[in-house]
């Protein structure tokens, strides 16, 4: 079940965008592709992130896999908790956030939207 309400890249993280504020993740399926996450490198409090650019690093059991940015901005929160439980990626990725970003004014182009992410999923499991 993909969210409606929010945006998603082709590397599988969501946006749920808020006025000038944009929280974002990783999806169900990329939380899945990953296997058990067992460390998150968030960013700082102040950093400023390119569309596209390095969010996160993201440890699973399996690799270690960058997250990126699905919007530009300055990061005004970071989810704290995954520090100790990483794994609230895992067991709840439409809510467990990774961080907030106050988006830069070129900040959300090119996002998808949950049907057109929904056919991307369905490709990319066609081909496991």
């Keep these: ?4 309400e929010r945006k998603y890249t082709k590397d599988h993280e969501w946006v749920l965008i808020d006025g000038d504020t944009a929280t974002v993740g990783i999806t169900d399926y990329a939380q899945h592709s990953l296997g058990d996450i067992v460390f998150v490198e968030l960013p700082a409090v102040g950093d400023t992130i390119e569309a596209g650019g390095r969010l996160a690093v993201v440890e699973s059991v ?14 005004v929160e970071v989810n704290e908790a995954l520090e100790d439980a990483p794994e609230k990626l895992n067991e709840e990725p439409w809510d467990a956030f990774i961080a907030k970003l106050r988006i830069a004014p070129q900040g959300v182009e090119g996002l998808l939207d949950a049907t057109a992410y929904a056919a991307l999923v369905a490709e990319e499991e066609a081909k496991e």
Excluded: H, R, T
């Design 62 to 75: 399996k690799a270690a896999s960058d997250v990126f940015s699905a919007v530009a901005g300055e990061v």
């Design 1 to 4: 079940m993909i969210p409606q």
